[in-house]
């Protein structure tokens, strides 16, 4: 038996278009891979795609999907887990060409890859993996000195731009910086040059 499933793609709900913040940070408080093993029986080579719905909260959710074999099937499993192609768990969906999970932790890095598998109990090699950085958290990039700039970093997803904002007090707020439109998953990084004029500085992101 041969099958082929497709490419990963990024796609978002219409209803992410509003603002919102992650949590906010104090400027005062700085804060070997295991190869998957390969199954017996194969089906040809396997690609997931992916489908992304995330807001900006705790409960970050991410949802994959991938085209159908170009064989009968009897059903697909999600492998997923925190370590590259060392996956702690699996998810049988059937015969669904999509999953989705829930309550991701925002700024920790999830590794995803999908086989299928025949009526037998045959189950296919692991797709290509798909790693994601969960979106909604701000952090120093690195231990600040007294005469330092304050180094930021946090996670971005494609078809979002963010705006940095800081504050002296938490009440008020002006943003310093924003991004353009992001069109990958990566870890953005910005330094704030006036940091060091201020005793207490706070920031936070607000995602559009």
Known sequence: MNARIGDFFFAYPASQSQMKTSTELDMRHEGSKEAAPKKSWTFASLVMFFLLCLTARADQSVMLGWTPSTNTVAGYFVHYGGVSHNYA?????????????????????????????????????????????????????????????????????????????????????????????????FWNSFQDPKSRAFRSRFYRLALH
């Open 89 to 185: 768990a699996k998810l049988d969906v059937g015969t669904n060409l999509v999953a989705n999970f829930s309550n991701m932790q925002p700024g920790a890095t999830n590794y995803f890859a999908v086989t299928a598998y025949d009526s037998a109990g045959n189950e296919s090699d692991y797709s290509t993996e798909v790693a994601f950085i969960v979106p909604g958290v701000i952090r120093f990039r690195n231990a600040m000195a007294a005469n330092q700039a304050a180094m930021l970093e946090f996670p971005v997803a494609p078809g979002h731009w963010y705006e940095v904002q800081a504050s002296t007090d938490r009440q008020n707020w002006s943003t310093i910086a924003t991004t353009a439109m992001c069109t990958s998953n």
